[in-house]
């Protein structure tokens, strides 16, 4: 048996969505597993039903040999003993207690030395240290999240639950404070499920991902595998996979599949692609898109293809640019990439994609 986590349910809300997990299991080890979608697909409401907060219709959850959930036998197994360490959105410190007791209402039952060890622990693992008796209205956006994290690991649970945790965040605190969670999830060495919406928190937090779309996983593996190979139309688009086309596979030899797009031949790994595969759809993110000026007759890139700049837009220190190469196709380059390339609209550039970068995706009907 999964020495881990090991779930299959269902939770039906009236006249509203159904959210089906068939199988999600994490191994009894360190790592982040994180549950990817967009809105309303379903991520919140499991992570409730895994932290004893909803109550599952149908199915099974389970930790180890010890069952937490099973509709069939009318178990459910309260928070409480669950040993979990659950962090929502919203913080939910108590505004009227001190950093100090927020923290240390999560010791309930744990007396004397024992407590004040936890307690000097948490502090000092999460730089909490000279901010004991303030407030949470006192503190910092990131400050609070610090506070969230030790209240929900001062008492040392076997898993840890984590929605949105930087989403109440500003942008720039957010990204700064991705590296320092990681940071210390790994520290605590305590298996994670976070729940988020943000591709680069995802990448940057995240060692296995599952990617949900209107209630059902569609996809899971480790991270990156993921992100380069989205396995269904819903995962790619989810995902965010800038350019997405419809494709026909001309011919697959030595590994190599070559595919027609709109007139447009380009050349990609099979990777798996069955025989009987005729209609893809083909897969290109815009950061594996490279583009040039002048000769390239030197350059590794199977694919080197003719682009016409169609538009230019500045995203912060990058630059997305729309480009017509017999089919619409986005590249994402960095700000000072883009200025020594001198585009602007209307310019002709060399596009080059190596093979690996571009994956396919049967189409089915």
Known sequence: ????????????????????????????????????????????????????????????????????????????????????????????????????????????????????????????????KGLEKRLPGELSGGQQQRVALARAMVRHPRLLLLDEPLSALDAPTRSRLRGELRGFLKRFNVPTLMVTHDRQEALALGDHLVVLHEGRVVQQGPAHEVFSRPGCLAAADILAVETIRPGRVLQVADGLATVDICGTTLTALARDLASDVSEVFVCIRAEDVILATGDDNHSSPRNRLAGTVRGIFHEGPMVRVELDCGFPLLALLTKPGSEALSLKEGSVVRVLIKAPQIHLIPRRA
């Open 1 to 128: 048996m999964n020495s881990g986590l090991h779930a299959s349910f269902t939770r039906r809300f009236p006249a509203g969505p159904v959210i089906r997990v068939e199988v999600l299991d994490t191994l009894e080890q360190a790592g982040v597993t994180v549950l990817f979608g967009a809105s309303g697909s379903g991520k919140s409401t499991i992570l409730r039903c895994l932290a004893g907060l909803e109550r599952p219709d149908e199915g099974v959850i389970g930790y180890g040999a010890q069952v937490w959930s099973d509709a069939g036998r009318k178990i459910f197994l309260p928070s409480r003993e669950r040993n979990i360490g659950y962090v929502p959105q919203d913080h939910g410190l108590f505004p009227h207690l001190n950093v100090e007791r927020n923290i240390a209402y999560g010791l309930d039952g744990l007396m004397g030395h024992d407590r004040r060890q936890r307690l000097a622990e948490a502090l000092d693992w999460l730089g909490l």
